[in-house]
């Protein structure tokens, strides 16, 4: 059973940083696909960022420069480092990870961007 585990969410100023990590269990780590989407009130859940095995990394225009997906294969662990934070940046951010054909979420971790 694969589970992912979000943690590093919350309460930052316009202009600050915060950064997620997400904790995988039950399988593989290293040779997943792992990335983060996120899902603003009323919009529909987008992809952020993500990366592969390889480390190679795929951003999403409103992040890049910004945003820096990360992993730690010996910890089963990815990471968003978020930097100069925006209010449109607040939503409910969702670890996202694919073992073999199959797609995986975490239980998502709020975050908040005051003006």
């Known amino acids: 059973q694969v589970q992912l585990v979000e943690s590093g969410g919350g309460l930052v100023q316009a202009g600050g940083s915060l950064r997620l990590s997400c904790l995988a269990s039950?399988?593989?780590?290293?040779?997943?696909?792992m990335g983060w989407y996120r899902q603003a009130p009323g919009k529909q859940r987008e992809l952020v960022a993500t990366?592969?095995?390889?480390?190679?990394?795929n951003y999403a225009d409103f992040v890049k420069g910004r945003f820096t997906i990360s992993r730690d294969n010996a910890k089963s662990t990815v990471f968003l480092q978020m930097n100069s934070l925006k209010p449109d940046d607040t939503a409910v951010y969702y670890c996202?990870?694919?073992?073999?054909?199959?797609?995986?979420w975490g239980q998502g971790t709020q975050v908040t961007v005051s003006s």
């Open positions: 039950g399988t593989i780590f290293s040779i997943a696909t």
């Open positions: 990366i592969t095995r390889g480390d190679r990394t």
């Open positions: 996202w990870g694919r073992f073999s054909v199959v797609d995986y």
